[in-house]
């Protein structure tokens, strides 16, 4: 019996679960939708997909570099409790991920929860990572994915148990300043390697502040432009990798320490774990005055 889409439609409205989830139970139970609805409860499905809505801020940051060093993927892989992130089960599942992205470079999120996996032969990212939502208990998501491709130098460095991750790009042959530059990243949060990076309305807006403070303070109107392009020095100091001050030696700037070893930062990605994800308040004595009632 063929399934139609009215069908599908009709059951992923009632069940919450996938079009693809939907497709394959109906086509299994010859369009009875009843059996269709056991299928998915019996497959963990319909588990995992109440727990969507959850909010998940915990989770990994995860790297991977191939072994010639000239293709690296960096990931963030969410869960709602920082307990899942040390399940083994959950760190396997992030360290098959990255490396799917390094291997199958997926040009997104979704094109990447669609490709066979490479841990588990017949199914879909997206599979797997159905099963394991209902076998771990917690909401899971891949929120970002970054990928690279370089004649140059990859570096990776993770920190905190996968709370930070940077991967790194460079023109250079110095596995150690990889190693600094990775930690400056991730120490320092620059936001672009060289002044030339910064959005051009980004650079306007931070000009009209600057020249409102000055303002403010008295100062004459001839001289602000002059102030404010003196005060743009810490902000791209603040902002912009080259221009921060390096932190293992104050006494110089990144770009002078790759000056110094002819080196240059061609990109890097930056991911922090849960980082602009606003996180439910738990009051858990409410919580428990309500399972008391």
């Known amino acids: 019996m063929a399934v139609t889409a009215s069908q599908v439609m009709e059951l992923r409205k009632k069940t919450g679960a996938g079009m693809m989830e939907c497709k394959k139970v109906l086509t299994e139970t010859d369009g009875d939708e009843e059996k269709a ?134 023109k250079a042959d110095d596995a150690e300043l990889g190693k600094d530059i990775c930690m400056q990243i991730a120490a320092a949060k620059p936001e672009f390697v060289n002044e030339s990076d910064v959005p051009a309305d980004r650079l306007e807006k931070e000009k009209e502040i600057l020249k409102a403070q000055v303002v403010n303070e008295g100062k004459p109107e001839a001289i602000a432009e002059k102030i404010v392009m ?30 110094s070893k002819n080196a240059e930062v061609v990109r890097f990605a930056r991911f922090e774990r849960g980082e602009g994800i606003e996180k439910k308040e738990e009051n858990f004595a409410e919580e428990v005055a309500k399972q008391l009632q």
């Open 37 to 170: 609805i056991d299928l998915l409860k019996e497959r963990g499905i319909l588990k995992a997909q109440k727990k969507s809505d959850r909010i998940a801020a915990e989770g990994l940051v995860e790297t991977y570099i191939s072994e010639d060093g000239k293709i690296g993927a960096i990931v963030e892989v969410n869960s709602e409790t920082d307990f899942v992130a040390k399940n083994e089960e959950f760190q396997k599942f992030v360290a098959d991920v990255v490396k799917q992205v390094a291997l199958n470079n997926p040009k997104d999120v979704d094109e990447l929860l669609s490709q066979e996996s490479i841990s588990e032969s017949g199914k879909t990212v997206n599979d797997v990572l159905t099963s394991k939502i209902a076998t771990i208990g917690e909401n899971l998501s891949v929120r970002r994915i970054e990928r690279y491709e370089t004649d140059g130098m990859l570096s990776s460095y993770i920190h905190g148990n996968g709370k930070i991750g940077v991967l790194l790009d460079m």
């Open 230 to 259: 003196g005060r743009l020095g810490k902000f791209y100091g603040q902002i912009c990798l080259v221009d921060q001050e390096f932190v293992k030696d104050s006494s110089m700037k990144v770009k002078d320490l790759l000056k």
